[in-house]
């Protein structure tokens, strides 16, 4: 695969992943479960993104393109359902960022979707979810008095100033909480053992 195409196909991707993530959002049925055409879209970008790590290892800014890269992260964060992914591209992540070709933001996201979906606490507070209340807010957060610190290390704005940004893009967004939460926490934890994350 030469590298223009690679980096064409990554951003052709990840713009295809936000645009029905939009599209279900606007239309409140985004957190009513793992929407099939979103676990659709995610296991296919999954799918190319592992046979592109195959064949190329991890697609560094300097490879294809900060653009193209930013969307190879994008994909790999939203492949949920794959665990062996995710886990092998922050491994791949940790050492591109080593290097000064990924964000470390970027390693902090991935690790805390990671430590999200085993059931641990989160190190960075970067992941969010609709909260009992309908508000959009951090899962739990390891040694949160301490969270800021850590956030300004990879380059994040402090956790209140996160927590307003993203609340004020989902009310722009018309993103809405969903209608039963307690049955969607139910349905969570059940996906999340049916995909391999906890057992």
């Known amino acids: 695969m030469a ?4 980096s064409l196909d990554l951003l052709a991707m990840a713009a295809e992943d936000l645009r029905v993530r939009v599209e279900l959002a606007r ?7 793992y929407h099939p055409r979103m ?4 296991d296919r970008n999954a799918a190319r993104l592992l046979a592109i790590l195959d ?17 190879a992260w994008l994909i790999l964060q939203h492949a949920i359902g794959h665990p062996a992914l995710q886990r092998r591209g922050l491994a791949l992540l940790k050492a591109a960022a080593e290097a000064g070709e990924v964000s470390l933001y970027h390693v902090a996201m991935l690790e805390d979707r990671i430590h999200c979906s085993e059931g ?3 190190i960075f507070g970067t992941q969010f979810d609709w909260d009992e209340h309908g508000l959009l807010s951090p899962l739990p957060i390891d040694d949160e008095s301490n969270v800021d610190i850590r956030r300004r290390e990879v380059g994040l704005i402090p956790l209140a ?20 939460w307690h049955a969607r926490q139910r349905d969570k934890e059940r996906w999340l053992h049916s995909a391999g994350w906890r057992t």
């Open 3 to 6: 590298i223009a195409k690679l």
């Open 27 to 33: 239309s409140g049925v985004l957190f009513e479960g």
């Open 39 to 42: 676990r659709e879209v995610h």
């Open 55 to 71: 064949e190329h290892g991890w697609p560094c800014r300097s490879v294809v393109g900060e653009e193209a890269a930013e969307a």
């Open 120 to 122: 641990k606490r989160q």
């Open 161 to 180: 100033d996160d927590i307003e940004n993203k609340r004020a893009a989902a009310a722009k967004q018309s993103e809405r909480p969903p209608r039963d």
